[in-house]
């Protein structure tokens, strides 16, 4: 059995994790970048970043008006180091059990099927949903493999 462990990690490389650590690196950097929220983050770098939206006041039942674009660049942005804090998450667990858990694929793909709904041309159909697809693969293939 422990041959078969052996040989099982070594044809399961440690890429999800990496992968999805890159995605949230690559979230910030197209953050930041003119034409796409290049703009909104200078503005943000006037204050120093700091108090950036008015936050619940913004709410229309409560007299606000939301910066929709300003909204969309945080978020673009601060995806970013969640997806990356994620992917640490996830590369520590294939280092230690060869694979992502079934429970952890399942979250992650129903999150991003939802995004996937709400944005279909985005990162999220033509990333994520197939990162998703090859985790579960290697998932139920692992557990195949060892019963």
């Known amino acids: 059995m422990?041959?078969?462990?052996?040989?099982m990690q070594m044809n399961n490389p440690r890429?999800?994790?990496?992968?999805?650590?890159?995605?949230?690196?690559?979230?910030?950097?197209l953050a930041i970048l003119p034409g796409v929220f290049g703009d909104q983050f200078l503005?943000?770098?006037r204050s120093w970043f700091f108090n950036i939206s008015s936050g619940a006041a913004?709410?229309?039942?409560?007299g606000g008006a939301i910066n929709y674009v300003e909204f969309a660049a945080?978020?673009?942005?601060?995806?970013?180091?969640?997806?990356?804090?994620?992917?640490?998450?996830?590369?520590?667990?294939?280092?230690?059990?060869g694979y992502v858990p079934l429970s952890m694929v399942n979250t992650f793909m129903a999150v991003s099927v939802v995004g996937a709904y709400m944005i279909p041309l985005?990162?999220?159909?033509?990333?994520?949903?197939?990162?998703?697809?090859?985790?579960?693969?290697?998932?139920?293939?692992?557990r195949n493999f060892y019963g």
């Open 15 to 29: 890429i999800h994790g990496r992968l999805l650590m890159s995605t949230g690196v690559l979230h910030v950097i």
């Open 122 to 142: 985005s990162g999220m159909t033509f990333a994520l949903i197939p990162q998703g697809i090859y985790m579960y693969v290697r998932s139920v293939n692992r």
């Open 2 to 7: 422990a041959g078969k462990k052996q040989t």
């Open 43 to 45: 503005n943000f770098s």
């Open 74 to 97: 945080f978020w673009f942005f601060y995806a970013g180091p969640i997806m990356f804090l994620y992917g640490q998450a996830i590369d520590r667990i294939e280092k230690l059990e």
């Open 58 to 62: 913004d709410f229309s039942f409560l």
